[in-house]
């Protein structure tokens, strides 16, 4: 009998697309859910399931859900972590997690599109050009001689620092465990405090990895510091970001514009300030959605079910 394979939240209906599914032959029938499901829609929808696949954060895969999924047996996510799942629970149901590779460059690129947009404000000027509107309305921002200021300095920062630099700007960064060895090797000058970051930088773009310590790290206080042209980038976790005093400081236009690929509720519900606001661009969680890492998120996933089939599980997390 032939185990069911269940790949969630195929939003852009491009799983199947992205890798040769038809390897695992008649012992596994894969099928693909394309619109979100939440609560007893959720668990109804993957109620057969032996193998489930998901993507990065798009659902919660929590005890309470594991639980209510009694057949599962391989749980495999893209990236070799997944906040959203929880892998000790999945663990202790004797579900095995395994993960793939994922490639920090699209993040870095999707970083540089929010930061060019707000900057030469391309959003009022598209929207006014196919709307027969005015020609020419606004004014942009130099990125030459601007000042970046990166909250975090791993694989991503580090990327966008060297784009920075290589536009000319002014680059600095601080996190919790950064020092000035590790800052100086990546030619950008150490922050003193995040409060300084924030108020010495033209544009302000978030690189942490969300965790305990991390969480609300940009609370109100540390908006407050924003000059009030500034910008602020955050590609990386919502949870960074204290949600309401973000929406103040945008609404008040205490800061001159935000840039968001990430939100603490996916899809952004209609109606929710975010989409409206007019000094917000905003984009769907785009920052990992690209052929490569597509390639070898679905790929993987083949090998993985592949390996598992064979007693050998690979890439396993946990």
Known sequence: MALNCVILDDYQNAAMAYAD????????????????????????????????????????????????????????TSGMRNAAVDVAAAKAQGIIVCGTDSHPEPAVEMTWALILGLMRQLVPEVNALRSDGPWQQTVG?????????????????QRVAQIG?????????????????????????????????????DVVSLHLVL??????????????CLPTHACLINTARAGLVDRQALIDAVTEKRIAGVGLDVFDIEPLPAG????TLPNVLATPHLGYVTERNYRDYFGQAVENIAAWLQRTPQRTLG
């Open 21 to 76: 599914w038809n390897a695992l032959g008649e012992a596994v029938q894969v099928r693909t859910l394309t619109t979100p499901h939440t609560g007893d829609a959720l668990v109804a929808a993957l109620g057969d399931a032996d193998i489930l696949v998901v993507m990065r954060e798009r659902t919660p895969i929590t005890a309470a859900l594991l639980a209510r999924l009694p057949r599962l047996r391989l749980l495999i």
């Open 141 to 157: 921002r130099d990125l030459h001689g601007a000042r970046l200021g990166l909250l975090g300095l791993g694989k991503i920062g």
């Open 165 to 201: 630099q290589a536009f000319g700007m002014h680059v600095s960064a601080w996190s919790p465990n950064l020092d000035a060895a590790r800052a100086a090797a990546a030619g950008v000058q150490l922050a003193t405090s995040k409060q300084a970051l924030f108020a010495g930088s």
């Open 211 to 224: 965790g305990e310590r991390s969480r609300g790290i940009v609370d109100a206080d540390t908006l407050a």
């Open 272 to 275: 929710h300030p975010l989409r």
